[in-house]
């Protein structure tokens, strides 16, 4: 167990819908990480926060969107959902966000019909 | 553009023998590098780690090595042991990490 928990664990949605996905650090962690990995793809970067501040961003869409609440925990959204963004979502946390390895969640396998 | 590359989709080998693992990144500027593991319905997880200003970091079966000039890193695991079977990605970045696609390895009994 990493400790890093994201919900839901399995998404099913309609083309054109919006979905948040949430997740919850490690304790202590500061910054967040957002990845996506599609079919045959490796983890593609979306998206970092630090302490509440979007930190680094990376190949997001515009239609995706990201914050980090108080408590630090985060959620990704993503709407005007199409067939291409069915894939497993990964949250990954880590102390600082500036070196030093990162702790991944089990992901979210979200499925877009 | 791919800025980090795992050219071998998959790799087989014997338990018992050793187990290398390539990436090449194309940006000079990074200057972190690490190794995860990931097993099926599971989220990657952090295997071993080393910075640009080394070229060899060690940890148990795992050595990482680093050749910054040809930016390529390599994972060699020894021995390999059939719970050593799983997709390994490498990562390059500082503050930000690029993942390559991964790499399936088997270890055979």
């Known amino acids: 167990d990493s400790g890093v928990t994201q919900t839901p664990k399995h998404l099913i949605t309609a083309t054109g819908q919006r979905v948040t996905l949430r997740c919850s650090p490690r304790?202590?962690?500061?910054?967040v990480y957002w990845y996506q990995q599609s079919l045959d793809q490796g983890l593609q970067f979306l998206i970092q926060?630090?302490?509440?501040?979007?930190?680094a961003k990376g190949n997001i869409l515009e239609r995706f969107s990201a914050q980090q609440f108080p408590d630090l925990h985060s959620e990704l959204n993503l709407s005007s959902l199409e067939l291409g963004d069915s894939a497993l979502y990964f949250c990954?946390?880590?102390?600082?966000?500036?070196?030093?390895?990162?702790?991944f969640g089990q992901g979210t396998r979200l499925t877009v019909v | 553009d791919q800025q980090v590359k795992q050219n071998s989709p998959s790799l087989s080998v014997q338990e018992g023998r050793i187990s290398i693992l390539n990436c090449d990144y194309t940006?000079?500027?990074?200057?972190?590098f690490l190794w995860y593991k990931k097993y099926p319905a599971e989220g990657p997880t952090f295997l071993i780690s080393?910075?640009?200003?080394?070229d060899k970091n060690e940890d148990g079966r795992f050595t990482v090595f680093l050749n910054k000039s040809a930016k390529h890193l390599s994972l060699h695991i020894v021995p390999s042991q059939p719970g050593d079977s799983a997709v390994y990605f490498c990562?390059?970045?500082?503050?930000?990490?690029?993942f390559g696609t991964g790499t399936s390895l088997t270890v055979i009994p």
């Open positions: 990954a946390s880590s102390v600082s966000g500036i070196y030093g390895e990162a702790f």
């Open positions: 304790s202590g962690d500061l910054s």
């Open positions: 926060y630090y302490n509440g501040e979007e930190r």
């Open positions: 940006n000079s500027m990074f200057d972190y």
């Open positions: 080393i910075s640009s200003i080394k």
């Open positions: 990562a390059a970045g500082g503050n930000q990490f690029y």
